[in-house]
């Protein structure tokens, strides 16, 4: 099974289990991870933003200009700004590396 690595607000490396098919908010939900959602992958929030790691940025291919709306609205956005709803696990993906924004 594939893992990502969560990078949590104070700097802890969380190594998980990342199964194919589920979205970095439902894996960091698995694990307990302290990462929002708060409208369940539906593009109406963005309190599942997640900064990635830049190596892995290119791999995610550019987010949907719905993505793109929501994110502008994300305390703390950078470069490789992403939602978490909308980031779905492959075996490609294999090694993500996201971290959380600071607290906001
Ligand atoms: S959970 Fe609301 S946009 Fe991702």
């Known amino acids: 099974m594939p893992k990502m690595?969560?990078?949590?607000?104070?700097?802890?490396?969380?190594?998980?289990?990342?199964?194919?098919?589920?979205?970095?908010?439902?894996?960091?939900?698995?694990?307990?991870?302290?990462?929002?959602?708060?409208?369940?992958?539906?593009?109406?929030?963005?309190?599942c933003h997640v900064v990635v790691d830049p190596d892995w940025a290119a791999k995610l291919g550019t987010p949907t200009d719905d993505e793109e709306d929501m994110l502008d609205l994300a305390f703390g956005l950078e470069k490789t700004s992403r939602l978490g709803c909308q980031i779905v696990m492959t075996d490609a993906l294999d090694g993500l590396t996201v971290r959380l924004p600071k607290a906001g």
């Open 5 to 47: 690595t969560f990078i949590e607000r104070d700097g802890t490396r969380r190594d998980v289990d990342a199964p194919v098919g589920l979205s970095v908010l439902e894996i960091a939900h698995k694990h307990d991870i302290d990462l929002e959602g708060a409208c369940e992958g539906s593009l109406a929030c963005a309190t």
